[in-house]
Protein backbone atom coordinates (compact mmCIF):
# COMPACT_ATOMS: atom_id res chain seq x y z
CA UNK A 1 0.00 0.00 0.00
CA UNK A 2 0.87 3.65 -0.73
CA UNK A 3 0.02 6.60 1.06
CA UNK A 4 -0.65 9.75 -0.36
CA UNK A 5 -1.46 13.43 1.09
CA UNK A 6 -1.39 16.59 -0.53
CA UNK A 7 -1.29 20.13 0.28
CA UNK A 8 -0.02 23.34 -1.17
CA UNK A 9 -3.78 24.33 -3.08
CA UNK A 10 -4.91 27.85 -2.58
CA UNK A 11 -6.39 31.07 -4.27
CA UNK A 12 -3.66 32.73 -6.25
CA UNK A 13 -4.03 35.44 -9.40
CA UNK A 14 -3.50 34.43 -13.24
CA UNK A 15 0.13 35.22 -13.54
CA UNK A 16 1.24 33.88 -9.75
CA UNK A 17 2.56 30.39 -8.92
CA UNK A 18 1.82 27.68 -6.48
CA UNK A 19 3.85 24.48 -5.59
CA UNK A 20 2.10 21.38 -4.46
CA UNK A 21 3.44 18.73 -2.39
CA UNK A 22 2.46 14.92 -2.08
CA UNK A 23 3.76 13.07 0.81
CA UNK A 24 4.31 9.31 -0.19
CA UNK A 25 4.17 6.56 2.64
CA UNK A 26 3.79 2.85 2.69
CA UNK A 27 6.16 1.60 -0.31
CA UNK A 28 9.77 2.20 -1.10
CA UNK A 29 9.16 4.54 -4.29
CA UNK A 30 11.96 3.46 -6.40
CA UNK A 31 9.37 1.00 -8.59
CA UNK A 32 6.68 3.67 -9.04
CA UNK A 33 6.26 6.30 -11.31
CA UNK A 34 4.19 9.38 -10.13
CA UNK A 35 1.95 12.17 -11.46
CA UNK A 36 -0.18 14.82 -10.75
CA UNK A 37 -4.03 14.71 -12.25
CA UNK A 38 -6.55 17.78 -12.01
CA UNK A 39 -10.59 17.70 -12.38
CA UNK A 40 -11.85 20.90 -13.04
CA UNK A 41 -15.88 21.43 -11.81
CA UNK A 42 -18.04 19.72 -14.39
CA UNK A 43 -15.20 17.80 -16.18
CA UNK A 44 -13.21 14.72 -16.03
CA UNK A 45 -10.14 14.04 -14.17
CA UNK A 46 -6.88 14.83 -16.72
CA UNK A 47 -3.50 13.80 -16.63
CA UNK A 48 -1.04 16.94 -15.81
CA UNK A 49 2.33 15.57 -15.51
CA UNK A 50 3.90 12.48 -14.37
CA UNK A 51 7.90 11.42 -13.01
CA UNK A 52 9.79 8.34 -12.81
CA UNK A 53 10.70 8.11 -9.44
CA UNK A 54 14.02 6.14 -9.89
CA UNK A 55 14.91 7.98 -13.23
CA UNK A 56 13.45 11.36 -12.91
CA UNK A 57 12.33 11.36 -16.50
CA UNK A 58 9.34 14.18 -16.93
CA UNK A 59 6.00 13.86 -19.17
CA UNK A 60 3.72 16.77 -19.49
CA UNK A 61 0.47 17.73 -21.44
CA UNK A 62 0.72 20.08 -23.50
CA UNK A 63 -1.14 22.89 -22.02
CA UNK A 64 1.48 23.17 -18.79
CA UNK A 65 4.87 22.64 -20.54
CA UNK A 66 6.98 25.15 -20.08
CA UNK A 67 4.72 26.22 -17.51
CA UNK A 68 4.63 23.54 -14.86
CA UNK A 69 7.88 21.22 -13.32
CA UNK A 70 7.19 18.01 -11.77
CA UNK A 71 10.19 16.93 -9.32
CA UNK A 72 10.46 14.13 -6.20
CA UNK A 73 12.73 14.93 -3.12
CA UNK A 74 13.92 11.00 -2.27
CA UNK A 75 14.86 11.76 0.96
CA UNK A 76 11.66 13.26 2.06
CA UNK A 77 9.44 10.60 -0.15
CA UNK A 78 7.50 13.83 -1.55
CA UNK A 79 6.39 14.57 -4.97
CA UNK A 80 6.36 18.54 -6.05
CA UNK A 81 4.31 20.09 -8.83
CA UNK A 82 5.83 23.59 -9.30
CA UNK A 83 2.97 25.63 -11.33
CA UNK A 84 4.38 28.99 -12.86
CA UNK A 85 2.06 31.70 -15.13
CA UNK A 86 -0.91 30.29 -13.17
CA UNK A 87 -4.15 30.28 -16.27
CA UNK A 88 -8.07 30.58 -14.30
CA UNK A 89 -8.17 27.39 -16.79
CA UNK A 90 -5.82 25.41 -14.19
CA UNK A 91 -8.27 25.62 -12.13
CA UNK A 92 -9.28 22.69 -10.34
CA UNK A 93 -8.75 19.82 -7.56
CA UNK A 94 -5.16 18.61 -8.13
CA UNK A 95 -4.47 14.85 -7.04
CA UNK A 96 -1.09 13.11 -6.86
CA UNK A 97 -1.19 8.99 -8.22
CA UNK A 98 1.47 6.60 -7.61
CA UNK A 99 1.55 2.95 -9.93
CA UNK A 100 3.76 0.94 -11.18
CA UNK A 101 3.10 1.70 -14.77
CA UNK A 102 3.46 4.96 -16.34
CA UNK A 103 0.64 4.06 -18.82
CA UNK A 104 -1.69 3.03 -16.78
CA UNK A 105 -0.89 5.89 -14.11
CA UNK A 106 -1.41 8.13 -17.57
CA UNK A 107 -4.70 6.78 -18.74
CA UNK A 108 -5.96 7.30 -14.85
CA UNK A 109 -5.42 3.95 -13.88
CA UNK A 110 -3.43 4.27 -11.06
CA UNK A 111 -3.60 2.24 -8.05
CA UNK A 112 -3.34 4.79 -5.73
CA UNK A 113 -4.25 8.25 -5.04
CA UNK A 114 -4.34 11.18 -3.00
CA UNK A 115 -7.37 13.03 -1.66
CA UNK A 116 -6.88 16.00 -3.85
CA UNK A 117 -6.20 19.84 -2.71
CA UNK A 118 -8.11 22.87 -4.58
CA UNK A 119 -6.51 25.07 -6.99
CA UNK A 120 -8.37 28.48 -7.83
CA UNK A 121 -7.20 30.86 -10.16
CA UNK A 122 -8.82 34.15 -10.30
CA UNK A 123 -8.51 36.14 -13.39
Known amino acids: QVQLVESGGGLVQAGGSLRLSCAAS????????MGWFRQAPGKEREFVAVINWSSGSTYYRDSVKGRFTISRDNAKNTLYLQMNTLKPEDTGVYYC????????????????WGQGTQVTVSS
Open 97 to 112: AADGSSSRLITGGSDY
Open 26 to 33: GRTLSRYV
